[in-house]
């Protein structure tokens, strides 16, 4: 029996985790349920908190880091990036 | 040089914030079908496997097209042939005036190119996985002022199933570099092409995008163009209908009446159900000094957004 790991990415609006998904990603190792870009208008969660409620591990948050002088208001990446997996013995 | 149709300042500024203008079914269905027969037809499935096919069927597309190529700089009046469908669509007088009011009077084509989304057929002739585009930002970083815009044409109807492209609106202010953005599959916001024969979108070059899956028995024309400008992008539209109004501070959280979603602050400060809490604002002071270039005028403000950052009050001895 493998264990194999399901990937879920969530974007949230602020750096908590009760804060609500603004984008999203799913990659599934077990390769039953095949996600791509675009492929949903609505999350899976609408926060953080309801993906940890339904069994997801918190395995990376993304850190507060300082503004660079002079490039205070530049914006680029989303910046509140939380990776959650789960474990799935893949029979 | 043909007649044109100016944006005036509203929409001017819905482009300053959302990064785009949709004009549905503008470009008359005569030029379109001229359009079908100067790009030609893709090969039919032929049983061939390998993932290169659909480069080769693009290949052969391009090879036999009667499209034009251009040289990159080339001045768009002279870059299409008044008699082609390309030629007539660049000088239809509301597509001339909303470029000439974006990139200006002698605006230059960088390149074009013909995407197509290939029918399920060709993935599975080909035995190969049918995939949408990651989201990505076109050409690299860029971390300008001035802007390219990027005409997206859409020559027959897409549909619901066609994959039609997928943008994400107000996302063109973000400097990032190209598909650095592809883990994001899904962005709150997002839309997807659905539109009838003859759109066209004008995208600043910065708005996050990405192709989508074709499920019909049917390719998927879109025809992009981009287009550089070759002036400073300052009040090239008409601007007619400015008013005191449009440069005047407003009163900000208490207030006593509606703010009018017509005026100029208002359109600059419409949030995006994308926006980041913090970085929401952000995107309110890059719009607003987005704005202040296109107008000429460093000290516009809206909401008090940018006059407040700038408060430095100097000692004097």
Not at chain 2, 197 to 210: E, P, Y
Not at chain 2, 249 to 278: C, V, Y
């Amino acid at each position: 029996m493998a264990t194999k790991q399901q990937v879920l990415v969530l974007y949230l609006s602020s750096s908590a985790l009760d804060a609500n998904v603004i984008a999203w990603a799913h990659y599934d190792g077990t390769g039953k349920d095949d996600h791509m870009s675009g492929d949903s208008d609505e999350p899976l969660y609408r926060s953080g908190m309801e993906a940890l409620a339904d069994g997801w591990r918190l395995i990376q948050a993304s850190p507060l880091a300082a503004h660079a002088p002079g490039d205070e208001f530049r914006t680029g990446y989303l910046k509140y990036e939380f990776f959650f997996e789960k474990l799935i013995n893949d029979e | 040089m043909s007649d044109c149709v100016k944006l005036n300042s509203r929409e001017m500024a819905e482009f300053a914030a959302e990064g785009l203008l949709r004009f549905d079914g503008i470009v008359p269905d005569v030029i379109n079908q001229q359009f079908l027969a100067e790009a030609g037809s893709v090969d039919t499935p032929s049983g061939e496997k390998g993932s290169n096919r659909t480069i080769k069927s693009l290949g052969n597309l391009m090879a036999h097209s009667s499209l034009p190529e251009v040289t990159p700089g080339t001045v768009l009046n002279t870059a299409y042939k008044e008699t082609t469908a390309l030629g007539e669509l660049v000088r239809l007088p509301v597509v001339r005036g909303a470029i000439e009011s974006l990139v200006g009077p002698e605006s230059m084509v960088d390149h074009h190119f013909l995407h197509l989304a290939l029918p399920s057929s060709y993935y599975k002739a080909a035995g190969i996985p049918q995939r949408t585009q990651h989201t990505h930002q076109d050409s690299t970083i860029d971390p300008r002022r001035a802007f390219d815009i990027q005409l997206f044409y859409f020559p027959h109807e897409v549909g619901p199933d066609m994959g039609g492209t997928r943008y994400v609106p107000g996302t063109h202010l973000r400097i990032v570099s190209e598909s650095a953005i592809a883990r994001y599959q899904n962005i709150r916001g997002q839309q997807h092409v659905v539109c009838p024969a003859g759109t066209l979108i004008l995208m600043h070059h910065g708005v996050w995008h990405g192709g989508g899956i074709n499920r019909t028995g049917e390719a998927r024309y879109m025809f992009k163009i981009r287009l550089n400008p070759s002036i400073p992008q300052v009040r090239l539209w008409d601007t007619s209908d400015l008013s005191p109004r449009d440069f005047e501070q407003r009163p900000i959280f208490f207030r006593k009446e509606a703010m009018n979603p017509n005026d100029i602050a208002s359109l600059l400060t419409r949030p995006q159900p994308w926006f980041e809490g913090d970085t929401g604002r952000l995107e309110y002071i890059n719009r607003i000094r987005f704005w202040r270039y296109l107008l000429g005028d460093e000290n516009f403000d809206a909401d008090y957004w940018v006059t407040r950052i700038e408060n430095e009050p100097s000692v004097t001895v």
